[in-house]
């Protein structure tokens, strides 16, 4: 049984978020394990990204996650960019806050977390809104 890209995509990102999450919280010696299973994950998301137009912003937001936990910084503002502007395009509102709120809190930068919450009002989306405000609260 073949599955449809759209199930391939969703089980992509749902793993790779789930490594990323993983490795950030690791010690050392099983971050490594972690990021490499998220490299692989990230990468079968950018290519089904491609099938999946709705995917491509939250495929280029855990891209650029995982260069930031690589230690990629350029490259993960880079791909956080390209998911702003997928986002955008696109008109999804909810990405477009979700890749704010990832950006300001790698960056520590308030303008980024101050846009996320104003979007996360907009759309009502309440545990998000919190998590901005909780961010913008402890820069």
Sequence with gaps: MRLHP???????????GAYLQAAEQSETIGRAAW???????????MKLRKAFHPGKPEALRLQGR?????????QAQRWWQKSLAEAEALGMRYELGLTQLEIGQRLGEGVYLERAEAI???????LDLARSRELLKNL
């Design 6 to 16: 759209v199930t391939h995509y969703g089980l992509f990102t749902s793993l790779a």
């Design 35 to 45: 990021l490499k299973k998220a490299g692989r994950a990230c990468r079968a998301g």
């Design 66 to 74: 995982y260069e930031w936990l690589k230690g990629n910084t350029v």
């Design 120 to 126: 996360f009002t907009e759309l009502g989306a309440e």
